[in-house]
């Protein structure tokens, strides 16, 4: 607890410390995913339901992509995001990263990069499947120098009273404190500490993911009367974009904008009690299914003096490619002993022309409670699994009516042909 409370009494004095340019060179990196935030959530995706300002902002002076798929649930996810690879390499259980796995982190830490992490772990293993709690890989062994987390080995709450690990495997329970602005103090520390330094910052979120609850800036935060209501998702939607914002005010102040590279994502759909409007569609969230709405999820890269604002990209973008194109973009070699699945998009990012992936390929089986195995390959607008169903996203977006085969057109025979080899050799 004691540390805790030096942070949040020297944090204020660090805000008036001088500010410093970070020298030019290798540039930092910050990524920011949130929890069960699906692509239809944001005002610059068309999302009518929530108020996002900074991130709206931070896309329309940045590049947004209309196709970034992740897997359809957080583990999963977050698994091959952190290793750039496919499911069926290196996932083990829900709640686990496979002991000595190699992620982002490492390789960063590797090349002298100075990496910090905050919000939401749940890769050692603290889940009801008491047989594998602690068998799976703690921060610092997936390259994190520093880190303030919640859900380590123990869950307890995320967001009032929050149970929050700060660089130490003892964790404290912060009574009268809101866990993301725990992470929000940790994060702006991190970065005015390390101004000087290249360093690569990973924030997995834990808002919006449910218990669905006011935020500080909910008028029933204070009344302490309250239960879960999924009326507060908006809430917590808003509490995400004010601390993007807060974190870009920050790198401002500090002088490391031109040389940061801010990337924001979703680890999946949105939770599926929730409705949200895109105009006049309602589209209901898809965490867990392997439909759209489960897959489908915002992705935003901003970079002033690198990349040029008011850009929308139709490539697709799957979470193995985030791993090898962060070291592209860093200057940092591939470790020779090191394979992912990936496609690097740094090209884009530089504004020069690429061809980009044609299809996109999901290993699925979460081992977790009832959501069950599917393996496909897929674009917004077809997707064939591997059971043989092959399906037109764009006349049926819940995929009630799979397409006969002695009905398909000329170009569908080659689509499914071209998915059927991808098929064949990711396993």
Known sequence: MTRFIFLIIIFPLLLFSCRVQQQPGRPNIVLIMADDLGFECLGCDGGTSYATPNLDRLADAGLRFRYCFSQPLCTPSRVQLMTGKYNYRNYTAFGILKKGEKTFANIFQ???YKTGIAGKWQLYGSTDQKALKGTGTLPHEAGFDEFCLWQIDLRGSRYADPIIYYNSLTPDTLTGKY?????MAFIEDFLTRHRQKPFFLYYPMVLPHAPHMPTPDSPEWKTNRYKRDNRFFADMVAYVDKNVGLIIQKLDELGLRSNTLVIFTGDNGTNRAIVSMMG????????????LTGTHVPLIMNWPGHIAGGQVSEKYVDFTDFLPTLLDVADIHKPDDFFTDGHSIARLIEGKHMSGRKWVYCYYDPKWAKFKYAR???TPFYKLYDDGRFINLTTDEMEKHPLPADSLSNREKRIKKRFMKVLNVLK
């Open 280 to 291: 006049d569609k309602a589209v209901h969230g898809g965490k867990g299914l392997t439909l």
């Open 179 to 183: 866990g993301p602005d725990i992470f």
């Open 110 to 112: 590797e090349a002298g």
């Open 376 to 378: 496909f390959v897929y």
